[in-house]
Structure formats: C-alpha cells, structure tokens
C-alpha cells in the first residue's frame, strides 16, 4: 500500500511540473551536443592531447591488479554530494536560479565531451561499448536525480517570485529539501553502480579495447 501511494505521488509529481522536466532535459540534451560539438571543431593538435590521454588511461587501466573500490565510492558520493548542494543552495535563492540552469547545461556538454572523446579515440564501436560500459550504467540514474533536483529548484524559484507568504515559501523548501534528501540516495546508488559494477564488468572487457 505504501508503496502504491509513493508511486502515484510520484506519477503525480512528474505530471504536475512535466513543462519543468521538459525545460531542463532539452538543457541538457543541447549540453551534450555543444560538447560533441567541441570535439569536432577543436584543432587536430588539441584532438591528439585528448586521445593521448584517454589511450593513457586504458594502458594503465588494463596494467592495474588491484582497485580500491571502497575508496573510489566515497571520492564519488562525495563529488556527487558537493554537486548536489550546490543545486541544492541555488535552488533556495532567486539569483540562484539561472546558477542551476547553467549547471545543467555544463553537465551536458561534458558528457557530450566525453562520449565524444572516447569515441574519437577508440572508433564508433568499440567507443560506444566503452561508454556503454563505463558511462551510461550509472548515468540512468545519475541524470534523472540531478534533473529532478534542477525541476525542484526551478519550482521553489516559482514559489519565490509567485507567493510572497513565509510559510507557503518555508513548506516550498522543506519539499525541495526532501527532494533533494531522496535524490541522493540514487546519486549514492549511482555512484556504487559506477564504482562496483562498470567497473568490475570493464575490468573484464579492457582487454579489448
């Protein structure tokens, strides 16, 4: 029962604020393609730093015993953390708001980057099971999470500007705030996922790449 009414609360919430999810998805989607974008316009010396770098990489990850995954963990739910309150704290402020939107679309455009670079580096194919890999696992959790807590930011913005009453304003928060708590326990799934899974299944593929 508890959880049928946490899934249509859920299904109620993303149908009430659908033109937010709208508004910061297409964000991020134009970020990945101003990243993609980058690589393809960047000079030929700047292209051959990039996958100097990312062959560096797979050299010496294929060269690792052993990984210390407990550490990796906590580097990443700690930057996934940072990241997250910030979000967090622009949400609560008017000038605050556009710091959000920015965010965002800086998000996007370096996995864009990323994709791309990986892609450049290791050809369409084997670019684009690496990224499937090592990137896009953790990433269908991760960018849900971060984008539902751009939509709350953007509502509690709203709620800001539209209504001037302190409690309404004060019981906008607590929800972002809860938002936010609920979001991060995906961003620590995500980051598990990232450093326990992607990495174990990659161990076992670098070989190939």
């Given at each position: 029962?508890r ?9 109620s919430?993303?149908k ?5 999810y709208?508004?910061?998805s297409?964000l991020?989607?134009i970020?990945?393609?101003?990243g ?5 316009n960047i000079?030929y010396q ?5 996958t100097?770098f ?7 990850y ?10 990796l963990i906590?580097?990443?739910?700690r930057?996934?953390?940072?990241f ?16 959000v ?8 455009t370096?996995?864009?980057?990323t994709?791309?670079?990986i ?5 369409p ?10 990137i ?9 999470a971060?984008?539902?807590i751009?939509?709350?930011s ?7 500007i539209?209504?001037k009453?302190?409690?309404?304003i004060k019981?906008?928060?607590?929800r ?14 995500s ?14 593929f670098?070989?190939?790449?």
């Amino acid at each position: 029962m508890r959880y049928s009414n946490f899934k249509n609360a859920f299904k109620s919430y993303i149908k009430n604020n659908y033109k937010e999810y709208v508004l910061v998805s297409l964000l991020f989607i134009i970020g990945i393609f101003v990243g993609v974008m980058i690589i393809n316009n960047i000079k030929y010396q700047q292209t051959a730093e990039i996958t100097s770098f990312i062959s560096e990489f797979i050299t010496k990850y294929k060269e690792l015993e052993n990984i210390n995954k407990t550490a990796l963990i906590i580097e990443s739910i700690r930057k996934n953390l940072i990241f997250a309150i910030v979000l967090w704290l622009a949400g609560t402020t008017v000038i605050g708001m556009p710091i959000v939107l920015i965010i965002i679309l800086l998000r996007g455009t370096i996995l864009g980057f990323t994709i791309s670079s990986i892609s450049v580096t290791l050809g369409p194919l084997k670019g684009s099971l690496f990224c499937l890999i090592s990137i896009v696992l953790h990433n269908i959790i991760y960018i849900p999470a971060i984008l539902s807590i751009g939509v709350s930011s953007i509502k509690l913005y709203k709620s800001i500007i539209k209504d001037k009453r302190k409690e309404n304003i004060k019981i906008e928060i607590i929800r972002h705030t809860i938002i936010f708590g609920l979001m991060m326990i995906l961003l620590v799934l995500s980051a598990i996922i990232e450093n326990v899974i992607s990495i174990s299944i990659l161990k076992k593929f670098i070989k190939y790449f």
